[in-house]
């Protein structure tokens, strides 16, 4: 079946410096790709997506390019925050069963420290 | 800004009594989803809705059923709560077809004790 592997946590940098969270995809289709955030306590939220190969995600400084080649979905950002610290999820969706189903990976957690 | 609501944030409540968590999205989405997420952040999709009068189980098992009467609302019921109930429970919502992202409540923190 369909799957997400990403890095795991903590991550944790200093401000400024250069992030990049691994992600890596299994899947029977050909998915949508999605990055999301959760901020203590919040639920997720869509960080960026892209749904098709070479396509590039971009909010807020972060970017990922879906790599069909490597099956990859790799998140930077050139410059990070304090306000970064979050855990971050990447995603799919896929058709399984005849529907669309969301896969997520188990989650990285990063902090940035000041 | 995501249109989907989650009542209450935070719930503390005795082992046996019955609960439901509430979710509400005014975006017209058909589907539906209920997440459990561990202390670990992993998600687990527990229930999920294709539109009125549709229900499915997830991918965990879960003793909690849910409802879906009205395309908005999706809420979540444990007839008798019990410590291992205790989570982080996430609600969300997305539109049908493989380019849409799903939208997700604040969560509901349960603490049964």
């Known amino acids: 079946g369909d799957s997400v592997t990403q890095m795991e946590g903590p991550v944790t940098l200093s401000e400024e410096a250069f992030l990049t969270i691994n992600c890596t995809y299994t899947?029977?289709?050909?998915?949508?790709l999605f990055w999301y955030v959760q901020y203590p306590g919040e639920g997720l939220q869509l960080l960026l997506k892209a749904t098709k190969a070479d396509d590039k995600g971009s909010n807020k400084g972060f970017e990922a390019t879906y790599r069909k080649e490597t099956t990859s979905f790799h998140l930077e950002k050139g410059s990070v925050q304090v306000s970064d610290s979050a855990v971050y999820f990447c995603a799919l969706s896929d058709l399984t069963s005849g529907t669309y189903k969301y896969i997520f990976g188990t989650g990285t957690r990063l902090k940035v420290l000041a | 800004e995501a249109d989907i609501y989650q009542t209450p944030r935070y719930l503390v409540i005795g082992t046996g009594k019955k609960i439901t968590l509430e979710c509400s999205q005014t975006m017209g989405h058909d589907k539906m989803y209920w997440y459990q997420q561990d202390p670990g952040m992993e998600l687990h999709l527990i229930h999920y809705?294709?539109?009125?009068?549709?229900?499915e189980k997830g991918d965990l098992s879960s003793e909690s059923t849910v409802s879906r009467i009205r395309t908005e609302h999706f809420p979540l019921t444990l007839e008798s709560a019990r410590p291992s109930h205790t989570s982080q429970y996430l609600c969300a919502s997305s539109e049908f077809g493989r380019n849409t992202e799903a939208f997700f409540g604040q969560g509901t923190r349960l603490t049964v004790v």
């Open positions: 899947a029977t289709g050909y998915p949508s």
């Open positions: 809705s294709y539109g009125v009068n549709s229900t």
